[in-house]
């Protein structure tokens, strides 16, 4: 027997299983220590394989890492995409966007950490791809506050602004998370963001 098996690496390809471990691995490595500091070695150990295996299945570091990155910004997309539904009214419209965003970062923390590093700026590999995909979620959402404006049933306020608003809202709690990790009464928070939207706090 190997000294890898051993130690309880598993050597088979083409398995599933052991591919998302190492994709999971990864997505933890990569958001405690960031892309330069994450060597192949370590996601490797942390998954239990070898560093070939990840190579087999993700190709390089780099590869893996935008795999990672593709997977926040879906993530991120489909939340916004939750608020596009026509056929509900616009507070349960972005009672639904909230709610799968918070759910996102609070069911995967280490994929919301390396997301945020790049929206935050300090990223090193993807920060305009980041960047990008953000601005057009907030363009899209903001194209759902106009919809609700001309339809009569939002002030007429820039609709831009209220949608980096709304998100601005959100991501304080979710610098919370990262700074504390204390986790996210989502429930709480959601009505606590919509109540100063619709009501404001005065």
């Not at 993530?75 to 966007?97: C, K």
């Not at 953000?134 to 404006?149: K, P």
């Not at 610098?175 to 990790?181: C, D, F, K, R, V």
């Amino acid at each position: 027997m190997s000294e890898d098996k051993k130690r309880g690496r598993r050597e088979l390809k083409d398995s599933p299983e052991v591919k998302q471990d190492v994709f999971d691995a990864a997505v933890e490595v990569f958001a405690r220590y960031g892309y330069g500091a994450a060597p192949v070695q370590k996601i490797a150990d942390a998954a239990g394989v070898n560093k070939a295996m990840l190579y087999y299945y993700f190709g390089s570091k780099e590869e893996l890492y935008n795999l990672i990155i593709d997977k926040g910004i879906s993530a991120l997309e489909g939340a916004v995409a939750a608020a596009e539904s026509e056929n509900a009214p616009l507070e349960e419209r972005l009672r639904s966007f909230l709610t799968a965003y918070l759910s996102v970062v609070a069911a995967q923390p280490g994929l919301a950490r390396i997301i945020y590093r790049e929206v935050v700026g300090v990223g090193e590999r993807a920060r305009q791809t980041v960047a990008d995909h953000f601005t057009g979620s907030i363009r899209r959402l903001a194209d759902v506050l106009e919809q609700a404006q001309r339809e009569g049933r939002l002030a007429n306020v820039e609709a831009s602004l209220s949608a980096y608003s709304l998100f601005g809202m959100a991501n304080i709690f979710i610098s919370s998370l990262m700074l504390t990790g204390r986790s996210l009464d989502i429930d709480t928070l959601v009505d606590h963001i919509l109540n100063l939207f619709f009501n404001g706090a005065g």
